[in-house]
C-alpha cells in the first residue's frame, strides 16, 4: 500500500493510506509465500510445454520448431523454463500474437484512448488509480461517449488506490450507464463477512471489443501527462516525469485477459456483467508468444513463481527495472546466487519515488545487492513506476506487479511473459536506454552514507510486509 507523494498528490491521501496501514499492523494474520528455493526439483513438467493458437493446443512438433526460431544465440533451455513454467502456473503459453511496448504515460494514454475510440461492443477496464484530475476527467468523458453510443463499458477500480477520488465522479459515469465496481470497499459495511482491506486489485487492464488488449503500469492519473528523459534527447523539464511501461496485445492472447478481468469482477459479487460479445474470435496476428499470468491473495502465486524460475534459470543476464523493490528472502536469494554464479545483474532503482516508506525500503537491501556482485543503478530525473525485465534476452515480462511482499502476496496482479529473442532485443534496447539515464550506485560511496540514511532503511523494512 503506497503513499504517493510526489507533486500534484494530496498529503491528505497519504495520510488517509498511513492511518489504513496502523490498521492493517492490528487486523491482518500473517500469510506468507510458498517455497520456492528447490522449485524445479519438485515440479513435474511436460516434456513439451503447451502452446495454444487460434486453433487450440499445437502439436509437439509444432511446439518445437516454434521455440528453436525463437532462441537463436541464447544459452537459456527455452523448451526446459517454458514447460517449468507453465506446470508453477498452470498457464500456457499463447501463440500468433502482436505486442506493442508502450513507453511512459502519453504514448500509453494515447494508445489506449485511441482504442476506446474505435470500440463497437464493449469496453473493460481495471485499474488501481482512477483520479478525478484533468486526465481523469478526459478519460472519463471519453468512456461516457462510448457508453451513451451504445457500447458497454464496465470498470474495475480499487477502493484504496482510488481512496480520495470523489463518489460524485464515479456517479457520474453510472448515471451514463456504465458499470462499476469498487474492489474491497474501504467501508466494512459494504463486504460484511467478506472485508479483506489489506487485499487489493493492483492490475491495470483494458480490453476493448475482446481484441486489443493493455496491461502494465500505468495508471489514470494526471502524473502521466507528463514523459520521463526516456528517447528525449536529454529534455529537461521543470517537474520530474514518469517512467512507466505499458504494453499493447492483439490476437488470442487477448482472451485470457478478459478472462481475468471477468473473474475479478465475479468475484466482487456485485451483479451480473451486461450480456455483451466478450470472446469474440481471435485470429493469428502475429508472431509471439505470449504467457497471461494473473495472481491474487490465497491464489497460486503465479507470478511469484514465474519470477524465481526465471532468475534461478538464467545463464548470462539477467536485467530488471524496479519501481517498488521490497523482496522476500527466496527471491532476493536467487538473485545473489545468480550474480555469484557469472550472471550479469544489473538492476534499475528509483532515485526519485512517490512511495516513501517502499523507497527506503528498497535501499535497505543495496549493501546485500552489492556484496553479492549485483549492478545498482539509479534512474535520473523521472519517478520510475515501471515493473519490467528480460533474462538472458528472451525472457521478457512486462506487468503490474513490483518486485516486493505486497504485489506478490496481498495483490492482485497480472503480468504477461513474453518469450523469444526478437522481442527481447526490444526489451534489452529499452533497459539500455534507461541506464543511459541513471547514475551507478558504487559499493564504497553507498558504505559512506549518512547514519541518519541507515535508520530510515532500517526502520522501513520492518514495515515490508505491509508496503
Known amino acids: 500500500?503506497?503513499?504517493?507523494?510526489?507533486?500534484?498528490?494530496?498529503?491528505?491521501?497519504?495520510?488517509?493510506?498511513?492511518?489504513?496501514?496502523?490498521?492493517?499492523?492490528?487486523?491482518?494474520?500473517?500469510?506468507?509465500?510458498?517455497?520456492?528455493?528447490?522449485?524445479?526439483?519438485?515440479?513435474?513438467?511436460?516434456?513439451?510445454?503447451?502452446?495454444?493458437?487460434?486453433?487450440?493446443?499445437?502439436?509437439?512438433?509444432?511446439?518445437?520448431?516454434?521455440?528453436?526460431?525463437?532462441?537463436?544465440?541464447?544459452?537459456?533451455?527455452?523448451?526446459?523454463?517454458?514447460?517449468?513454467?507453465?506446470?508453477?502456473?498452470?498457464?500456457?503459453?499463447?501463440?500468433?500474437?502482436?505486442?506493442?511496448?508502450?513507453?511512459?504515460?502519453?504514448?500509453?494514454?494515447?494508445?489506449?484512448?485511441?482504442?476506446?475510440?474505435?470500440?463497437?461492443?464493449?469496453?473493460?477496464?481495471?485499474?488501481?488509480?482512477?483520479?478525478?484530475?484533468?486526465?481523469?476527467?478526459?478519460?472519463?468523458?471519453?468512456?461516457?461517449?462510448?457508453?451513451?453510443?451504445?457500447?458497454?463499458?464496465?470498470?474495475?477500480?480499487?477502493?484504496?488506490?482510488?481512496?480520495?477520488?470523489?463518489?460524485?465522479?464515479?456517479?457520474?459515469?453510472?448515471?451514463?450507464?456504465?458499470?462499476?465496481?469498487?474492489?474491497?470497499?474501504?467501508?466494512?459495511?459494504?463486504?460484511?463477512?467478506?472485508?479483506?482491506?489489506?487485499?487489493?486489485?493492483?492490475?491495470?487492464?483494458?480490453?476493448?471489443d475482446g481484441k486489443i488488449g493493455f496491461t502494465g503500469g500505468v495508471n489514470i492519473t494526471e502524473n502521466y501527462s507528463r514523459s520521463s528523459l526516456f528517447r528525449s534527447g536529454g529534455r529537461q523539464s521543470d517537474e520530474p516525469g514518469w517512467r512507466d511501461t505499458h504494453i499493447q496485445v492483439e490476437g488470442p492472447a487477448v482472451a485470457a485477459m478478459q478472462l481475468l478481468f471477468l473473474d475479478t469482477w465475479a468475484s466482487q459479487r456485485d451483479g451480473e456483467i451486461p450480456d455483451r460479445e466478450y470472446f469474440p474470435p481471435l485470429p493469428e496476428v502475429g508472431d509471439k508468444l505470449v504467457r497471461v499470468l494473473g495472481s491474487k491473495p490465497d491464489g497460486d502465486f503465479e507470478i511469484y513463481k514465474a519470477y524465481v524460475l526465471a532468475i534461478q534459470e538464467a545463464k548470462s543476464s539477467i536485467h530488471l527495472t524496479a519501481a517498488y523493490f521490497a523482496p522476500d528472502v527466496q527471491l532476493l536469494d536467487a538473485l545473489k546466487a545468480a550474480a555469484r554464479r557469472g550472471v550479469d545483474v544489473k538492476v534499475i532503482f528509483p532515485s526519485i519515488s512517490d512511495a516513501g516508506l517502499v523507497f527506503q525500503a528498497g535501499r535497505s537491501f543495496y549493501t546485500e545487492l552489492l556484496e553479492a556482485g549485483i549492478k545498482i543503478y539509479q534512474l535520473k530525473a523521472s519517478v520510475l513506476h515501471a515493473k519490467t525485465g528480460v533474462i538472458d534476452g528472451t525472457w521478457a515480462t512486462v506487468g503490474s506487479a513490483n518486485l516486493d511482499v505486497r504485489s506478490f502476496l496481498h495483490n492482485s496482479e497480472v503480468n504477461l511473459v513474453i518469450l523469444g529473442t526478437d522481442f527481447g532485443a526490444t526489451m534489452e534496447s529499452a533497459f539500455q536506454e534507461d541506464l543511459k539515464n541513471s547514475e551507478q550506485v558504487d559499493k564504497d560511496t553507498w558504505a559512506a552514507r549518512p547514519f541518519s540514511e541507515h535508520i530510515k532503511e532500517w526502520a522501513a523494512r520492518n514495515f515490508e510486509y505491509w508496503l
Request: glycine share 6%; with cysteine.
Open 1 to 208: 500500500m503506497t503513499c504517493r507523494t510526489i507533486s500534484g498528490n494530496s498529503p491528505l491521501r497519504c495520510l488517509l493510506q498511513l492511518s489504513l496501514l496502523s490498521l492493517l499492523l492490528t487486523l491482518t494474520a500473517c500469510a506468507s509465500l510458498p517455497d520456492v528455493s528447490r522449485l524445479p526439483t519438485r515440479l513435474t513438467p511436460k516434456a513439451s510445454p503447451t502452446i495454444e493458437n487460434s486453433e487450440g493446443d499445437m502439436s509437439t512438433k509444432k511446439v518445437a520448431t516454434l521455440l528453436a526460431k525463437r532462441v537463436r544465440g541464447t544459452r537459456l533451455d527455452i523448451k526446459r523454463l517454458a514447460a517449468l513454467e507453465e506446470a508453477a502456473t498452470g498457464s500456457p503459453l499463447i501463440y500468433g500474437n502482436r505486442t506493442t511496448l508502450l513507453f511512459d504515460g502519453p504514448q500509453a494514454m494515447g494508445a489506449m484512448q485511441n482504442a476506446i475510440r474505435g470500440a463497437q461492443d464493449n469496453i473493460n477496464l481495471e485499474t488501481y488509480i482512477f483520479d478525478q484530475d484533468e486526465l481523469g476527467l478526459q478519460f472519463a468523458q471519453l468512456l461516457i461517449d462510448k457508453q451513451l453510443a451504445g457500447v458497454q463499458v464496465n470498470i474495475l477500480y480499487d477502493s484504496i488506490g482510488s481512496l480520495q477520488t470523489p463518489k460524485a465522479f464515479f456517479d457520474r459515469m453510472r448515471a451514463a450507464g456504465i458499470k462499476l465496481i469498487e474492489f474491497n470497499p474501504v467501508n466494512p459495511l459494504k463486504r460484511i463477512g467478506a472485508w479483506r482491506l489489506n487485499n487489493r486489485d493492483h492490475r491495470k487492464i483494458l480490453v476493448v
